[in-house]
Nanobody, 119 residues
Framework: QVQLVESGGGLVQAGGSLRLSCAAS????????MGWFRQAPGKEREFVAQ????????DYADAVKGRFTVSRDKAKNTVYLQMNSLKPEDTAVYYC????????????WGQGTQVTVSS
């Protein structure tokens, strides 16, 4: 059974930092692009960041560029999202996902972790 489990969410003041983790189990995702998405109340889920299978290519949404950093530890089958200079508009449920290289779409999703940034 494939599982992606996020952790590290919480309540933080504006300007603060959090690091989210996504631990994968059930299979190895070493060949998968891994991504982070978020969904705020009343809004659609949106892309935040992604990292390729080798860790040498990353992409970010404009809203988080320069503040968030995605990384991965293949040995631990874990992906991270370091979030700095957090803003109230970053408040959302954050999801990690794995993109199947065969299906070329995000096929596996975690249950999400809540991030709340107070002003």
């Amino acid at each position: 059974q494939v599982q992606l489990v996020e952790s590290g969410g919480g309540l933080v003041q504006a300007g603060g930092s959090l690091r989210l983790s996504c631990a994968a189990s059930g299979r190895t995702f070493s060949s998968y692009t891994m991504g982070w998405f978020r969904q705020a109340p009343g809004k659609e889920r949106e892309f935040v960041a992604q990292i390729n299978w080798n860790g040498d290519s990353t992409d970010y949404a404009d809203a988080v560029k320069g503040r968030f950093t995605v990384s991965r530890d293949k040995a631990k089958n874990t992906v991270y999202l370091q979030m700095n200079s957090l803003k109230p508009e970053d408040t959302a449920v954050y999801y990690c996902a794995a993109k199947s290289p065969v299906l070329r779409k995000y096929a596996y999703w975690g249950q999400g972790t809540q991030v709340t940034v107070s002003s």
